[in-house]
């Protein structure tokens, strides 16, 4: 496969079956740095394998990869974890933070992971809350904190390690419209200031708004729509 140029992250004919049911059927997809891309469909279509598969998480039954000009099918296993502990950030719908830590723990999680000692961790993240405006949270566990704060918690937590990609899937889902609008101006912000490219899955047009471009996966087949100003 050759990625379209310029960028990062590109997939060509994924296909991926789970038993009877068709998850990818030649699925394609491509991503620039600094780029917000996202990726909608209705439930089931297979928005969320696509992403678990260009994230490196599942691997495609048939197609081709690529990051940063290199096919993720001649990496092992170890080189992909190592992608999604550093190059990759990843957020969730509920967020999926460690319960017994404090918010600022969470947020230095993925750097102490990557070696780094916890005073440096926790400065960076410390840094990182600021900008997510949750800095004064940093003591507090998880459970105390409303779902937009903690939401901001685990944005900052995927953006930490200064990735590459960030892959966002339904981070507004279980949030109040406010709430859900403030996350997307805070993730949105932050990653275009770093120049990271962001993988987001929605099926909510007032997230997709935040976008440059909008892919439609149906039925495990993609459709690039040209978005009207």
């Known amino acids: 496969m050759t990625p ?34 996202a990726v909608m469909g209705p439930s089931g279509s297979g928005k969320s394998t696509l992403l678990h598969c260009l994230a490196g998480i599942v691997t495609p039954d048939s197609g081709s990869i690529t ?29 999926q933070l460690v319960p017994e830590l404090t918010c600022v723990e969470n947020v ?22 600021e900008r997510l405006e949750v800095d004064d949270l940093r003591k507090k566990r998880p459970g105390e904190v409303s779902g937009g704060q903690g939401q901001r918690v685990a944005v900052a937590r995927a953006l930490v390690t200064s990735p590459r990609v960030l892959f966002a899937d339904e981070p507004t889902g279980a949030l109040d419209s406010l709430n ?17 490219a962001v993988v987001l899955v929605t099926h909510e047009a007032r997230v997709a708004a935040y976008s440059d471009r909008e892919i439609v996966v149906r039925d495990g087949k993609s459709r690039d729509m040209e978005r009207i100003v």
């Open 67 to 95: 990051y940063g000009g290199r096919e993720m099918a001649t990496m092992g296993d170890g080189e992909r974890s190592a992608l999604r502990r550093s190059e990759f950030g990843f957020v969730f719908q509920f967020g």
């Open 180 to 196: 859900g609008e403030r996350v997307m101006d805070l993730l949105t912000d932050a990653a275009r200031s770093t120049n990271a």
């Open 4 to 37: 379209p140029p310029g960028s990062l992250l590109a997939a060509e004919n994924l296909h991926k079956v789970y038993g009877p049911t068709t998850a990818l059927d030649g699925a394609e997809f491509s991503i620039h740095p600094g780029e917000v891309v």
């Open 108 to 129: 230095a999680l993925p750097l102490r992971l990557n070696g780094t000692a916890r005073k440096e961790a926790e400065r960076t993240a410390l840094t990182w809350m």
